[in-house]
């Protein structure tokens, strides 16, 4: 599978570490866990966005854009890895938050607002219950009109064109597993993944069944519930397959997403979440972010006490980042 036909720019610091999780396996009692470490990509906290926006910013840059556009909620890691990406391209940055979580400590100025700012990008915000990839094309077509080249870039990065930094990160992991010379070498039952607006799990599919891989991706869901998000993941992988020219069928049985773990909503802490995250910082000294791979990693842990991951296998959680926003949740975090 070769990506280099598609334009590219270098943001990330490739290949991410994968390591073991021995102390959290150990107090699990359960499968071997490893940490695919893609807080670590390197552009302004790192997050698994910056692999998405090296193909995305270079189809910005291809069609001769001087304004990035994109959407996201109010503490989106996405929203802050695109405006780090285009300030260190040199293009201007409009976005669109949605209020899509009420709080009434620091939430809305902290966190990842605070380097959105910090970054200079020019921030308008919304109202929920809106399509904000319809307002963020609007908004950029608005602005081409009035003499900008804007690109917009979906939320989450998510299309064809961002979810092919999954397919490459796919083909990362099955060459950090493959016993190549300086790495490991794994048999791995299963990954484990934030999902939520689908271009991550989507383009790991992708990446797996082009490699003619059988690895199972769990994705554990965020924003809606288990039916609803593996039809828009099927759809995007096929769409990043077409795109990419990866001939290897996308099966619907292949897509596996578990709503059981983001409940009350987008953005709101559960008790899962906070044990996760708790567990992971003071067994592993490794954060999570409250939002995306702390619910992933509640999910890893009730599939690990449910039976369906057990002693004997072994399993990569994917790390999406998203630290910072530990930063606007120190209400939910103090005192334990």
Known sequence: MNLAKFPRVHLAHL?????????????????????????????????????????????ALEKGADTVVTVGATQSNHVRQTIAAAAKLGLRSEVLLEKAVVRDDDYVGNGNVLLDNLMGATLHHRQPGGDMDVEGQSFADALSSGGANAYFIPTGGSSAVGALGYVDCANEILG????????????????????????????????????????????????????????????????????????????????????????????????????????????????????????????????IRTGVFKKGDTVIFLHTGGQVALHAYRSTFEGR
């Open 15 to 59: 290949p991410t570490p994968l390591e073991p999780l021995a102390a959290l396996s150990r107090h699990l009692d359960g499968p071997e866990i490893y940490v695919k470490r893609d807080d670590c990509t390197g552009l302004a906290g790192g997050g698994n966005k910056t692999r998405k926006l090296e193909f995305l910013m270079a189809d």
């Open 176 to 303: 950090q597993i493959g016993g190549q010379p300086g790495e490991i070498n794994l048999d791995v039952d299963a990954i484990v993944v934030a999902s939520g607006s689908q271009g991550t799990q989507a383009g790991l599919l992708v990446g797996l069944a082009g490699a003619g891989s059988d690895i199972p991706v769990h994705g554990i869901c965020v924003s809606r519930s288990g039916p609803e998000l593996e039809d828009l993941v099927f759809n995007l992988a096929e769409r990043t397959a077409d795109h990419a020219g990866i001939t290897a069928p996308i099966l619907r049985q292949s897509v596996i997403c578990d709503g059981d773990y983001f409940a009350p909503g987008y953005g709101q802490p559960n008790d899962a979440m906070i044990e996760a995250v708790t567990l992971c910082a003071r067994l592993e000294g490794l954060l999570l972010d409250p939002v995306y791979s702390g619910k992933a990693m509640a999910g890893l842990i009730g599939k």
